[in-house]
């Protein structure tokens, strides 16, 4: 069965793009392999191998019919051909459209954030994600959908969504995620964001919270465009910010936290002249005086060919992090070096790369913490591509322990 | 005498060295410095990490891939909605770095990239 599956995949593969009558198909097949060795006694020893092959198969047509299907083959410990990913997409195209579709392991939630997106991606197991959407709008440039889905252990996913991405003032989106487990189970999360454009500046907000929890609430904002200089030397944003939770509020992605109390800003220098940029970030915790912190940053690229970097972040006015690198990059030759300091620890570290062609880089990165063991690690990675296939051998070393890794991975046309 | 000299000398290669280099023309969208690299990608929220967060996991090198433009440079233009997207410059198929001229910053996973605001 493997092999037939395997047969039909590469007879895919061969195929090739068309279009006729408005219609457009496409097959993007990609291939990736990879191989991971340790030493054992002197010896390699493999530890893992997987080739997976896939082809997404795509035909279109505009505004009407979005049609996606990815076979797939992959062999690791086991060989297996499977159906990884599909998706029917109908539209109704016009003033208003509207549309609906079916899907597997596609239309995965997310909801972006301030920084930190307000659902994250990894929060549904996507490979288990089958479903069908709904969706419509063209009204004042609305835009709604409805979707629903079936998880991994027998959880429900039901996502709506209405969103005016921009309304002559500002714009805004509702979202609501409910998941409901095999018993009584449910979880539901509501999320609304509205920006609006005022003339000196841009408020962002983000309210979130479950309705049917008093204390699960939560409330993001930040205040944009505050341009304290612009010039053709320099532009100098001041971006204040504000998150508060309630103390029940649980999320995933970590935008909030339970009980949080936070103010702060964000002051962020940029030359419009040079390639110079810099930050400094500052917030109270006026609750629990926990979570103040504090970060500083400055970033710039030299006339010599050299980027330096440098950012030192402060936790709580105790735990200190921060990293000083200076790297020289030419066409041919990089060369390097880097300071790390990690709470208790600190790492230097350097680094070397030579590209004795277009298509071919070599690097070397040594590193060692200056304390009592030295901890040394280093890694030597050779990359070389051909077209739109690259292949790439690592060997990394962490004290005695030495690994190999090998990968082939590439667009197949 | 000779004192001065040395330091005149150093002082000079020390302004050479840390003298922000001019900022090069460049259209809009994505640019990054990076010369020897192969190829560098830029990937993001919007493209879904070039694939690796879809299902397989795998990172499409063809995804978000960026243009060499001389001198180091790559470039990529690309139009997105209102809205905030990390993302991030792939150098190499394995090396996820922020963007150097973005003083926003955020965390994929445990990386370290860079925030864009569309407004």
Redesign the interface.
Known sequence: MDLVGLSLLLALIAAEPDSAEGWSFDAVPLLSAEAGLTMVGGSPHLDSSSVDLECSLLASMPKTVDFLAVPAFRRDSASSAFLRRARLDLSWPGTPWMGGGVFLADHQPFSWGMSVPVVDWYRTEVDSLVGARLAAGGLLGFKASYLVASEAEEDSLRVTNVRAPWLGFGSFALESYRTEGPGDASDRLDVLKAWTDLPVASPHLIVVGDPDRGSSWGVIGEIRSLRLRRNHRVSVELVPLIAMAGDSLSLESGALRPGQRQAGGKLMVRSTERLLSGWLYGSREWRTDKADSFSVGLSTITEASMLLEGSLDLAEWEDCSGKISAIFQRRMQQAGGWVEIMEDDWRVGGRAGYSPRRDVHARLELSGSPSDDLDPRGRLTVIASVRSIYGMMEVGWDGDDVRLRIGLKGVLR | MRRLTFFALLLMLGC????????PPSPEGFSF???????VQVIG?WN??GGL????G?????VGRMEPVGD?NWILQVEL??????YGFLV???ELVAD????????FGDWVVS?L?V?
């Open positions: 050479t060295m840390l003298t922000p280099a001019e900022r410095w990076c010369p020897g690299a192969c190829k929220d879904h990490w967060v879809d299902a397989g795998t990172v499409n090198p063809e180091g909605p209102r809205g905030r997207y990390r190499d198929g394995v150097p001229m973005n003083p926003e910053r955020a965390r925030l605001v407004e």
